[in-house]
């Protein structure tokens, strides 16, 4: 089973600025390609920023504001951004990227750790190669029952070459896999059940799986030997 990674749902064609690329020229480029954001690149596609309509909007949200006192830093860094004519001055830096081999997983978390909708995606030189949002990510979960289920079953299959006697079915109905048999092991169901999860496009696990022999109490309850 091959887990998903960034390359499988970034977009390649990716639309950048440089530097010096204009505030209004920013707005237009947002609206004509229906983006809510862009990467900023050097001479060497290198990501440099990135520029949101959140930035963008810093324009407009301190339009006559007052200026914030020394210590409202916050404040005072957005509405210098305000003041802001090029990419160079309005972008947020530095950028936060990911590789192409990164799992979608692992970016997911990025994502939400950072608080930013999309990533640049960036190559082994550092040069940019695409970018991938937040929707881009959630297309694991367009893949059909059939595909969710043979990697299902592959997973299931890899599992129970170690046993003898165990027999698990997978079913799969709008993303959620149900299994249901028995194995040998609490160890073989509990690891059935993990690799299952790992499927790209599993929503849920429904587990209905019986083993015959205990074997986490076992090694609970071997006492722990300690060496001089």
Same mark, same amino acid.
């Given at each position: 089973?091959?887990?998903?990674?960034?390359?499988?749902?970034?977009?390649?064609?990716?639309?950048?600025?440089?530097?010096?690329?204009?505030?209004?020229?920013?707005?237009?480029?947002?609206?004509?390609?229906?983006?809510?954001?862009?990467?900023?690149?050097?001479?060497?596609?290198?990501?440099?920023?990135?520029?949101?309509?959140?930035?963008?909007?810093?324009?407009?949200?301190?339009?006559?504001?007052?200026?914030?006192?020394?210590?409202?830093?916050?404040?005072?860094?957005?509405?210098?951004?305000?003041?802001?004519?090029?990419?160079?001055?309005?972008?947020?830096?530095?950028?936060?990227?990911?590789?192409?081999?990164?799992?979608?997983?692992?970016?997911?978390?990025?994502?939400?750790?950072?608080?930013?909708?999309?990533?640049?995606?960036?190559?082994?030189?550092?040069?940019?190669?695409?970018? *991938?949002?937040?929707?881009?990510?959630?297309?694991?979960?367009?893949?059909?029952?059939?595909?969710?289920?043979?990697?299902?079953?592959?997973? *299931?299959?890899?599992?129970?070459?170690?046993?003898?006697?165990?027999?698990?079915?997978?079913?799969?109905?709008?993303?959620?896999?149900?299994?249901?048999?028995?194995?040998?092991?609490?160890?073989?169901?509990?690891?059935?059940?993990?690799?299952?999860?790992?499927?790209?496009?599993?929503?849920?696990?429904?587990?209905?799986?019986?083993?015959?022999?205990?074997?986490?109490?076992?090694?609970?309850?071997?006492?722990?030997?300690?060496?001089?």
């Amino acid at each position: 089973m091959r887990k998903w990674q960034v390359s499988d749902v970034m977009t390649a064609d990716v639309v950048a600025v440089e530097p010096d690329t204009p505030y209004r020229d920013l707005v237009g480029l947002l609206a004509d390609k229906r983006i809510n954001a862009v990467p900023v690149v050097d001479a060497d596609r290198r990501v440099i920023g990135v520029v949101s309509e959140s930035d963008l909007l810093r324009k407009i949200e301190y339009v006559g504001a007052e200026q914030p006192h020394w210590f409202q830093r916050r404040r005072r860094a957005q509405q210098h951004k305000a003041a802001g004519r090029t990419a160079a001055e309005l972008m947020t830096a530095p950028p936060v990227i990911v590789l192409p081999l990164t799992s979608i997983r692992s970016a997911a978390r990025r994502m939400d750790e950072a608080g930013v909708k999309q990533l640049p995606v960036e190559n082994d030189l550092g040069r940019l190669v695409g970018i *991938v949002t937040r929707g881009d990510l959630l297309k694991e979960h367009l893949r059909s029952d059939d595909e969710i289920g043979a990697d299902a079953r592959a997973a *299931v299959h890899d599992v129970l070459l170690a046993e003898n006697f165990a027999t698990v079915s997978t079913q799969v109905e709008r993303g959620v896999v149900t299994l249901t048999g028995r194995v040998e092991r609490w160890s073989t169901a509990m690891l059935t059940l993990r690799l299952v999860r790992l499927v790209p496009g599993v929503v849920e696990v429904v587990d209905r799986i019986t083993f015959d022999y205990d074997d986490h109490k076992v090694a609970d309850s071997v006492p722990a030997i300690f060496v001089a």
